[in-house]
């Protein structure tokens, strides 16, 4: 047996707040929107990875989610846009990533990275 991916579920009320932070501000595509359910994601083909931490790395908080992102600038530009504030960072880490904590709607954490 092999697995094939693994799906980030986050409880919520409001699909629209959803669609505002992972689609408009952070791009993703809507692949299925059933009412009660609606994913987010995009077509390029990703890794499958599950990460079990006992802290977020520079002494932060573990983040709910980790997305990795080609422009970390873009990303960030976005935020403040749309007037997210940032957690952390940007932060240079010494393993390896840029990266800034946002949370989203739901109050989720969420590692907003790229590889350097």
């Known amino acids: 047996m092999k697995v094939k991916r693994i799906v980030a579920n986050i409880e919520m009320q409001d699909l629209s707040k959803a669609k505002h932070f992972y689609e408009e501000v952070l791009g993703l595509d809507q692949l299925m929107n059933q009412g009660f359910i609606a994913t987010y994601g995009s077509h390029v083909k990703m890794a499958t990875q599950i990460s079990f931490l006992s802290e977020g790395g520079s002494g ?25 504030p940032i957690e952390y960072g940007p932060a240079e880490e010494p393993w390896g990533v840029r990266r800034f904590y946002v949370r989203d709607p739901f109050g989720k954490l969420i590692n907003i990275l790229s590889h350097l």
């Open 60 to 84: 932060t908080p573990v983040p709910d989610l980790s997305i990795e992102v080609d422009d970390l600038d873009d990303a960030l530009t976005r935020m403040k846009k749309a007037e997210i």
